[in-house]
């Protein structure tokens, strides 16, 4: 930068700091400066760091460290040490307070939609898969081990006629699995999820003018009543519409259902299903449809389907 | 996970044929196949859309559900296919092409594909060519897309704003470009690249090794990095400008700076009003200074037309000089003069009438804000989680396959590892909900093996486990470091400033019961060990229990991977949060040491501490466009060199972007959470 500096446009002094100059014009010319302030504090973001930052950095020596209340240490040696610990027992907070207060949420009242995504009637039990789940977890593989053992084929993608191999050659000579080739192996893995039937793929086929062309798909539906289902998604459904504020009255948007159109989509179904069915309840789904175009070579062009609620 | 594949379309037969009649026909035919078989997949939608479903949900109830199609996710040229569209058009609104480049405050109406798919049913029933021309107008192609007909759907709002494409792939390298001809035209270029060599590494940031002129190709992790330094980088090379750079610099750096807040800001997970008023405050910024690199948006028919004017009027004088005949010398160069002033002109004016900024991904950041109000954070829609997707369930499923009639075997490739990943997913949640009398349920081998599944995954996060901060860690303990005199060996300073520095660490910090002896003697036989690496736990933006994990290194001399030593800048809470203005009470310093003493006076308290080099807050200039913090070093005779301090009050890894001798930017924009905090 030129060192001439700024010109102060009432008295010719010249500033290079911004403080300084800022400091001047408070003190000669204070009502200019109220208006530049005003303007100032309506761009920069709410808190206004320019006027905090006239002072030439102080002096270090005064600066107290409890002012962040890092008196209680929290840490700990990574390895053990020759020198005996006498940890005390910390909870220190100071570091929360100054990260959460610029926007926490602590304090956000929640104004959900009346008669949302409230539930008709309880699943019958014998539907519940959990319960099963909880006595056998890794039914229908009979051990731990085997579904380790299946578990690593699939995630190391070991290639179907390589599990025949392992099998054939007698590798597997600690216990003996309870499927023995990659054909039973996928017999097994198709069992694991009882939700299956709900993906089940489907071929169409187009014909127009001798040109045919095959096509796999999922029904939609469906699809979104296996995500419904899943236990692991459990904790982060949503099935209603909020309206968030923070403590100061002001809206909030973060995830989809804190949002308008989710709101007003609300509105509408249930306007146009009458009075007589306003005693039922709505949860509404969500869905975002996605599509590529696979780079360079267009072999397939797949179609996948997102369901946002399940995070 | 929750990526579910719909559909694997058929492939569009190749254009074989070079004449543009059967080519069209194909097209159409293709268009056709596409919209037969969306229809064909949207079909079980429409009735549960309308009148709903009973479904079962995962909490044990019954609800009746309206799944509803709310997004369409999808690079901008796939959007206009299935839009319909013209290429150059807003599947949200009916901007005009020459309007694109045009600040957000304009409001163009709202796209209505009902009304173009009624004016196309006209012409096809009645024929009548001005309602294909009313259609093209707009930038319609097909009056009746792929969307038309869905109930509930209203199809301008299945767009989604793509940051990755974008922003990053899109704009950034726009940018990118204007500033190197910006550089080249101001001859900063060295400066650039070397600011741009020696950057400082941080969590998450992939510091470049090359000089930017030397890399190649940009991916979109790159991009990434690069949105995260550009504005500093690019600060630091502008500085000390001529008078005559002075106006042009700070248009550009404003520039810069309004493009990449609005990039970080669009990141946010959680918006109010007023951030959603600064998205649009910086977009308004962007568009008043983007003026500076105007006349680099040429292109390559504008340069050839500037080039041809210029040809034209260099003939003009050399006819002239020609038929003028003999003449003074002093009247020969005069003439030249005024002829190259004549011709820099016309390039110049030339470059300006016909530059703009009229390209579709510059209007697409109009949409951001009303984005937010309808559907909620940006991020949540991007396409990296997709294309991720879709390189684990399709790319690598062809991969698997014997190519041999493929889609099948994708299918079924990606039906087993979903499904196994699914149970280990859903045992997991299983044990972390812990259902009533759930104990003894998994037995130990179980719960063994599901954690170690899950810790496989949390590398660079940690999540606070039943309300225990994760802590801070002292890691590589150093060999053959037992007292102070081998540690100020090993640091390089010496053993009387580090006992000074002790002192004065314990005055200004500690009760005095707690302090360290002042005998020196006594020091020096007390134990101590020497670390090099410190592990700080942050607390994620705009999270409440999620830690980033920043690593601080000092290896002194020593060489850290083969690149010289490392000894990273680190930010240190000294005041309280109105101190040092921007900064907020902390000041970046430059970690020279990491130790452990046990004092046995004192019950055998143990101090860990670090040592430090801290710098100083700068002012910050009038003339700064960029609003940077600026930090120095202090002066290396006085005895404020080093600082001692407790490792508690480092907060963590701070990223300072060198700005000439002994100077740096303080990098605002390296993460969010810097970028809410600093300013």
Known sequence: MSTTGTKCPFCRLRYIRAGAYERHLESCHPNFYKNLFKLKTDISRSRSSSVNSNEEPAVLENAADHAFGFNESDYESGHESDLPDSEPEHASDGEDNLVTSSRSSNTVQVQAYENAGRSLRDVPSNQRYERSLLAEPWHPFLTLDDFKLANWFVTSKVPRSRIDEYFAIGLSKSASPCFKSAYKLDQYITALDPYQHFLEWKEGTYTHDGYSATFFYRDMVQCVEYLLSQPAYRDDMVYAPVREHNETGERLYSEMHTADWWWEMQVSVFTSSGGKELQSNYALGNLAGRSYIGSGHLYVRPDSFDELLGG | ?679
Not at chain 2, 90 to 117: F, I
Not at chain 2, 268 to 287: A, N, P, V
Not at chain 2, 575 to 586: I, M, P, R, S, V
Not at chain 2, 618 to 641: M, P, W, Y
């Open chain 2, 1 to 679: 996970m929750a990526i579910l594949l719909i559909a694997l379309l058929p492939v569009p037969p190749k254009f074989t044929s070079k004449k543009t009649k059967t080519r069209n026909a194909q097209r159409t035919t293709n268009d056709e196949i596409l919209d037969a078989v969306f229809s064909f997949v949207f079909e079980p939608l429409e009735a549960v859309t309308k009148h709903g479903k009973e479904m079962c949900c995962s909490d044990g109830k019954v609800r009746q559900c309206f799944p509803v199609l709310a997004a369409w996710i999808a690079d901008h040229a796939e959007n206009e296919t299935l839009h319909g569209l013209k290429r150059m058009s807003c599947a949200v609104c009916e901007v005009p092409v020459e309007r694109l480049g045009w600040d957000a405050k304009e409001v163009h109406p709202a796209r209505d594909y009902q009304k173009y798919a009624e004016i196309e049913e006209r012409y096809v029933n009645t024929g009548g060519e001005h309602n294909v021309a009313s259609l093209l107008a707009v930038g319609v192609k097909i009056g009746r897309n792929v969307f038309t007909g869905l109930s509930r759907v209203e199809i301008p709002l299945l767009f989604k704003p793509d940051i990755l494409h974008n922003i990053y792939l899109g704009l950034f390298k726009h940018l990118m470009q204007w500033i190197e001809d910006f550089l080249k035209k101001h001859g900063r270029q060295e400066l650039f690249d070397e600011v741009w060599k020696s950057l400082p590494p941080y969590p998450g940031f992939f510091v470049p090794k090359k000089a930017y002129r030397e890399v190649t190709q940009w991916q979109g992790k790159e991009m990434r990095n690069l949105g995260r330094c550009i504005l500093g980088v690019f600060a630091s090379s502008l500085r000390s400008p001529t008078p005559a750079q002075q106006s042009p610099f700070v248009d550009a750096i404003r520039c810069v700076k309004a493009l990449v807040d609005f990039s970080l800001m669009a990141q946010y997970r959680s918006h109010t009003e007023d951030t959603l008023r600064y998205m649009e405050q910086y977009l308004h910024d962007f568009h008043r200074y983007k003026e500076v690199f105007q006349e680099f948006r040429t292109s390559k028919k504008t340069r050839e037309e500037a080039d041809a004017s210029d040809e034209q009027l260099r003939l003009n004088l050399e006819r002239e000089l020609k038929e003028a005949g003999k003449m003074p010398a002093a009247k020969r160069r005069r003439l030249l003069n005024e002829n190259c002033l004549e011709r820099t002109d016309k390039r110049e004016e030339i470059h300006r009438n016909k530059s703009h900024f009229n390209f579709i991904k510059l209007h697409l950041l109009v949409h951001y804000c009303s984005h937010v109000r309808k559907f909620g954070n940006i991020p949540m829609y991007s396409t990296d989680v997709g294309e991720l997707a879709h390189k684990v369930q399709i790319k690598e499923g062809y991969r698997h396959s014997n190519k041999n009639n493929a889609s099948r075997q994708i299918l079924d490739y990606y039906g087993r590892v979903h499904a196994v990943s699914m149970r280990l997913l859903t045992l997991r949640a299983l044990q972390a909900r812990k259902p009533e009398g759930a104990d003894g349920l998994f037995d130990n081998a179980d719960r063994c093996f599901l954690d170690e599944i899950s810790q496989t995954r949390s590398a660079i996060q940690l999540t606070e486990t039943e309300g225990t901060r994760p802590r801070r860690l002292l890691r590589g303990r150093g060999k053959n470091i037992n007292n102070f005199k081998q540690l100020s060996e090993n640091l390089g300073i010496p053993v009387d400033q580090i006992f000074n520095e002790l002192i004065r660490y314990g005055r200004r910090s500690l009760e005095n019961a707690d302090r360290l002896t002042g005998d020196k003697e006594r020091m020096e036989t007390m134990p101590v060990e020497q670390f090099n690496q410190l592990e700080i736990p942050v607390l994620a933006f705009q999270e409440t229990d999620v830690y980033d994990i920043h690593r601080a290194r000092t290896t002194g001399e020593r060489s850290f991977r083969k690149s010289g030593g490392r000894n990273d800048w680190v930010w240190v809470a000294l005041g309280t949060t109105n101190e040092y203005g921007a900064l907020h009470g902390k000041l970046p310093g430059k970690l020279r040491g990491l130790f452990k003493v046990r004092d046995a006076g004192t019950d055998g308290k143990v101090y860990r501490l670090a040592i430090l080099q801290l710098l100083q807050k700068g002012g910050s200039r009038i003339t700064d466009a960029h609003g940077l913090v600026h930090v120095f070093a202090r002066r290396q005779t006085s005895k404020n060199e080093f600082w001692i301090v407790d490792i508690a009050t480092v907060t963590g890894l701070a990223h300072l972007i060198p700005n000439g001798d002994g100077k740096w930017l303080v990098n605002s924009r390296i993460d969010l959470r810097t970028f809410n905090e600093v300013d």
